[in-house]
């Protein structure tokens, strides 16, 4: 599967964007779907992840609150609406697919198989 992340820009502190992440394929419901980020000098990290149809979702404590995943699989498409954004929100965003794994580990970046490009958000103070 290919994915594209979109969305990205430049946004005050307490704003919003929403990103998206279109995946190539038929089989998009198959895989659960992450985002992950990585700041400038910094690890990448887990941001959230939603189940195959979209059931579960998970979130990193630092987004928790104020971001939202969630999927439309007709359109092969995932997003992440993030609200009240904060200067610390500020990195590469990544949207991510794995596929057969069933666990809690949604976390681990190590577990997805598949990448996108990644899609810059920066939040201004």
């Known amino acids: 599967v290919q994915l594209q992340a979109s969305g990205g820009g430049l946004v005050q502190a307490g704003g919003s964007l929403r990103l998206s992440c279109a995946a190539s394929?038929?089989?998009?419901?198959?895989?659960?779907m992450g985002w992950f980020r990585q700041a400038p000098g910094k690890e990448r990290e887990f941001v959230a992840a939603?189940?195959?149809?979209?059931?579960?979702?998970y979130y990193a404590d630092s987004v928790k609150g104020r971001f939202t995943i969630s999927r439309d699989n007709a359109k092969n498409t995932v997003y992440l609406q993030m609200n009240s954004l904060k200067p610390e929100d500020t990195a590469v965003y990544y949207c991510?697919?794995?596929?057969?794994?069933?666990?809690?580990?949604?976390?681990?970046?190590?577990?997805?198989?598949?990448w996108g490009m990644g899609t810059l958000v920066t939040v201004s103070s």
């Open positions: 991510a697919a794995n596929y057969g794994y069933s666990g809690n580990a949604y976390y681990n970046s190590g577990l997805y198989d598949y």
């Open positions: 394929g038929r089989t998009f419901s198959s895989y659960v």
């Open positions: 939603i189940s195959r149809r979209g059931a579960s979702t």
